[in-house]
Structure formats: C-alpha cells, structure tokens
C-alpha cells in the first residue's frame, strides 16, 4: 500500500467524491470483501461492490485476492494508498499565471503546489528517504520585519552555497514564512 496515491484525473476524483465511496474506502485500510463491508457499513453487498468496482475503476482500490464462498468466486479489496491527494492541476490557474513577488503569498502557493507534486511522485522505495519538516511560529515587529526577511534570505543562500554542490544526493529545500492569524483573538 503507498503512502500517498496523488489524483491528478478528474475521473479518480469524481470517482472519490461520493460520501458512500469515501466510507467504502476507509474499510479498505486491510483487505475485506464486499460482503464484509456492507455488514460494517449497514448496506446490502450489492450497493457496496458496485462502489469499489467504481474505485477499482479510477485505480483508488485494487482486487488483492479471491475466495470461493458458497460455490461463488468473492473478491477481496484493498486500498491503494493510506492517504489520497488531490492535485491543483485538477482545476488548473483560473486566469493568467504572473511573474510573482518571491515575498508573494501567491508566491508562496505555487510553492506548496510544488512541494506538493514532488513529494507525491517520490517513489514508494524511497518513501523512507531521510526527508525533514520543521515548523515553527516567531513573531517579528512590524518595523523590523525587512531585517528578518533579509537575515532569513541571506541564511538560506548560505546554505544554497554550501551545499549546492554537484556532489551528492539532491534535496529539494522550500522554506515557508507567512502571516499567521493572532491565536489570541
């Protein structure tokens, strides 16, 4: 089972926005049947293969085994992945793309949107790649946020120098800064 399985066809989404198919596929965690599902969900098995047989479809659940039970032939389905991602390429830019500000939040969305993509195609082999996240809260004046936003820069084209190398495993490194909300109001 992957990780992350990244939607980025509009079938794999339809076929995943229906309530009754999101339920269906959160008892595909571990193998079960059609049968054994509709028992947990309270359905018939007939409403619940005709679900997975839209998620095997989109590629979101695969048959994994079979059994003969009373004389018939029953699948046995599992989830393809533990976490599903819809990609912003299903909607696509609304608009024109402009050059944006490095300082931008738009800047700083098509980013995430990046991040978002590379991870996701990370293969599942290397899914255990030694990888980090930080994240943290500061809180910088008003009047000296430039000093911060020029300390941070030049902190990071340091480490860009150091080790942007052609030696080595490549890394991708994204550090992003935006206005939080006040957690006190």
């Known amino acids: 089972m992957l ?17 009754q198919r999101i339920d269906v596929l959160r008892q595909l965690d571990e193998p079960r049947s059609c049968t054994e599902v ?4 309270d359905q018939t098995p007939q409403r619940i293969y005709y679900h997975v047989k839209r998620l095997q479809d989109a590629g979101l659940v695969s048959r ?3 059994r003969r039970v009373r004389g018939i032939h029953e699948g046995i389905y599992q989830a393809n992945a533990r976490s599903y991602w819809l990609s912003p390429r299903l909607v696509g830019r609304i608009g024109s793309r402009a050059a944006r500000d490095a300082l931008s939040l738009g800047h700083l969305l098509d980013l995430v949107e990046e991040v978002q993509s590379d991870v996701a195609a990370i293969e599942p082999a290397k899914a ?6 930080v994240s ?15 300390d941070l820069t030049s902190t990071l084209q340091e480490l860009f120098s150091r080790y942007g190398g052609a030696q080595g495993e490549p890394f991708k490194l994204v550090v992003a800064c935006y206005p939080k909300g006040d957690p006190r109001g």
């Open 3 to 19: 990780d992350v399985l990244y939607l980025d066809e509009i079938g794999q989404a339809e076929a995943l926005f229906k309530p």
């Open 38 to 41: 509709a028992h947990k969900l």
């Open 64 to 66: 994994v085994a079979e």
């Open 128 to 133: 255990e790649a030694p990888s980090i996240g």
């Open 136 to 150: 943290g809260n500061i809180r910088v004046e008003p009047e000296r946020r430039q000093e911060f936003l020029d």
